[in-house]
């Protein structure tokens, strides 16, 4: 007898903090018959030995609010479950030994303000006195948040195990899933051996919290969950007489963090190549376990930590630790529902945060089981952002050698990856690497993101100030605007929908009307019952039967699942045909003379409108050219099947062989000046359609489509908010992302994407303002900053395109 149920509503596997947090999470929202199986004993994996460092302010507005909630629910823990948590809200300190990083903690505290978490700027002579054992002649400053804290993760999973039982879950320790079934797409069930018997057991939902076997677990069941552990090291002194309570103190620029406990000194690294662990599999019997010690590993770490703290020079070392956690591709952990199979959950991959990310992510993840849709934007951490082959562990290896030190790393902007590189390439590749590509890095796919000159390095160099590609991002900006500039854009994901049903499947999806005569483009997104934008694409229609939908390299999974949930019955086969055509954008107001130059076709207005594709003759090849624009220009998309893609790419450059070939960051600061809406940034599936500003793709005249219903309510009720164009006075300073928006002397929110407009002479950004009652002028009469690194900055704001408001040079 296993005692363990036959059937349960939900089964969680896995017994740390993750799995716990969501097991109290679903018990609060009045779940029954909810079973959390964990193979040894709760917290045996990774949770037991966390340091305890909770910290709220994250690198988004969603993210953060995850952290706050944590550490609100973690401090009210012990009073709700008797199981005491240790939290203890003593604060945090950040110091920059460097003006970049100075200038990363500065802007960081302005996101923070807008975010609502308290955040004080301090000098290091402020840091020396809450902090007196510390060497601070070479700190530069610093930052303090008062309610970051620590805690006791061993004890924090039991409240939350203890929350989770005294609602009705039940927790069977020493029971271990092997197998996970499933029918029709769905999970069924699960196989749980415990002692020598295994159950099966019935359930509707499974959830993967299985920490660093979780990549195991999704292969049981066939979802990609691409982790892998890494050794993460700590160490812990002999007490420090007079040591006093302190607060957590990070000092990035040395790979360190240090914690008080018990007048004691906890020594944590994030240094910049770990070590992945586990390769052969993690053994059967770990529980509790320990990996070796590397003293040569930790002792760069280690010497510059004396230096900095002197005490530890004459205090002795209790405890070396060394204990494995899992780390993701790119820093972020998983949550949500896995595309492949519905009803398999994660929660997973925390990258050693996931003490301070638990609290929130289970109940995120509750919430969003329970709506079957996520409460709000959390595509931070959302498993559809996964490509298929991530799941190659070579790859994963490779990769986490660096994510765990990117914790602590200068978290510049434009900062690409430089393991593991080079996985999926466009068949212009080596074209354009030949040629100065100088590549960057988006869901595995190499694109090149600038072009070098003759001689010029090949290089990123970093900074917070204009990069060393700047010139060359403003030359390619102005032959896009001024003559002609080539993007090799073939990452762009690409879905055909084919079928009887096609159309009327699309028409359920898409909020444009979409039923349009073969060869027209339709812009459009995909909405939930919310109004919020699931999908940004063009549908292109090429046949009565046939579609073929474009979306963003970053999206496609997402946009292939969100098509796959809703396909139903209907007659519409869903095909990804990414890796069949290039795409190479011809954009510029002398594109249409060298399309001449090389096609046989008429690239007229009346021969080829604005919003239509046709068959083309290229050179001594077939492409379909899409007369649309990304970048607000008359141009042309042309794709290409993908054997073909170099022959026209050569045949172009021979017509015009000063084509100026241009990189993503170009692509990206022409869209920004003529405003365009950029998924996962300006538009994600919390952003209200209409408050994005994009009525004019939304046609509830067309009949019935999934959003409907908002876009009436909020056409009656009116915008809440609206998304405006910023575009700074100050040529100098730029804008990223999350700099606070201020209005009238107000912060009101965030920029969501920012880029410099090399046409308009400043940076320009998007950002959402409350506009609740307010007309549009009412709305625009008001004076707007721009707050960067803590210093304001005039800005003009509209709600119009600055660049070309009519949009007469795409149709020229
Ligand atoms: C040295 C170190 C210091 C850290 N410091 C901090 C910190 O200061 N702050 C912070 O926020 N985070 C920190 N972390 C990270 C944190 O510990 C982890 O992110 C977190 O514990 C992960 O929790 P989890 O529940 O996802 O995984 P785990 O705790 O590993 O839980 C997963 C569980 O799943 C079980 N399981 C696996 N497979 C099965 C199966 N087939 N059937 C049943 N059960 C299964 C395992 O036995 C395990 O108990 C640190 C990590 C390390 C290594």
Redesign the pocket.
Known sequence: MTGLPTHARVVI???????CSLAYHLAKLGWTDILL????QL?????W??????GQLRASANMTRLAKYTADLYARLEEETGVATGMRQCGSISAALTSERMEELLRSASMARAFGVDVEEISSGEIKRRYPHLEVSDVVGGVFIAKDGQGD?ANITHALAKGARMNGVRIVEN???TAIRQAGGRVTGVDVAAGAETARIDCDHVVN?????AHG?GAMAGVAVPLHACE???IVTEPIPGLGQLPVLRVPDECAYYKEDAGKILL?AFEPVSKPWGMEGIPEDFCFDQLPEDFDHFEPILEKAVARMPVLAETGIHTF?N???SFTPDDRYYLGEAPELRNFWVA?G?N???????GGAGMALAQWMEDGEPPFDLWDVDIRRVQPFQRNRTYLRKRVTETLGLLYADHFPYRQPATARGVRRSPLHEHLKARGAVFGETAGWERANWFAREGQEREYRYSWKRQNWFDNQREEHLAVRNSVGLFDMSSFGKIRVEGRDACAFLQRLCANDIDVEPGRIVYTQMLNERGGIESDLTATRLSETAFLLVVPGATLQRDLAWLRRHVDDAFAVVTDVTAAEAVLCLMGPQSRDLLEKVSPNDFSNSGHPYGTAREIEIAMGIARAHRVSYVGELGWELYVSTDQAAHVLEALLEAEPELKLCGIHTLDSCRIEKAFRHFGHDITDEDHVLEAGLGFAVKPEKGDFIGREAVLRKRDAGLSRRLLQFKLEDPEPLVYHNEAVVRDGEIVGTVTSGNYGHFLGGAVGLGYVPAAGETAEALLASRYEIEIAGQRHAAVASLKPIYDPQAERVRM
């Open positions: 596997i896995g017994g740390g903090v993750a799995g199986v964990e193979r040894k917290t045996s994996g990774t949770t030995h966390a340091a305890g460092l909770i993760p029971a271990k899933v919290c299985a920490g660093m076997w677990v993460h090291f700590y944590g630790f204990g494995p956690e997973c925390f050693s945060i996931g003490i301070q990310s638990s």
